[in-house]
Nanobody, 122 residues
Framework: QVQLVESGGGLVQPGGSLRLSCAAS????????MRWYRQAPGKERELVAA???????NYTDSVKGRFTISRDNAKNTVYLQMNSLKAGDTAVYYC????????????????WGQGTQVTVSS
């Protein structure tokens, strides 16, 4: 089994910062891309940021310049540093990652974390 455990969510004022973490555990050979999604009340889940094993990152336009995704492959952990937070960033943030289960198969399987609430409010 594979598990993604998130932490770091909370309540912050507009302009504040939070750092989310997501640690992978279980039985797998390698983690491919890691991503952060978010889902605001009444809205569809959206991709916020993605990062490959080498550290190349992509962001949705609304968070560019404010959020930074990073990863530590030795710790099987992905982070999302969120600065200059806005009320519109309020959402449940989900970690997502592609897992290669074995050396003997090239395929990857997609897993999700449980989500962590981020609330930006004054």
């Amino acid at each position: 089994q594979v598990q993604l455990v998130e932490s770091g969510g909370g309540l912050v004022q507009p302009g504040g910062s939070l750092r989310l973490s997501c640690a992978a555990s279980g039985s797998f050979f390698r983690i491919g891309a890691m991503r952060w999604y978010r889902q605001a009340p009444g809205k569809e889940r959206e991709l916020v940021a993605a990062i490959d094993r080498g550290g190349a990152a992509n962001y949705t336009d609304s968070v560019k310049g404010r959020f930074t995704i990073s990863r530590d492959n030795a710790k099987n952990t992905v982070y999302l540093q969120m600065n200059s937070l806005k009320a519109g960033d309020t959402a449940v943030y989900y970690c997502n990652a592609d897992f290669r289960k074995s050396l003997y198969t090239p395929s990857y399987e997609d897993y999700w974390g449980q989500g962590t609430q981020v609330t930006v409010s004054s």
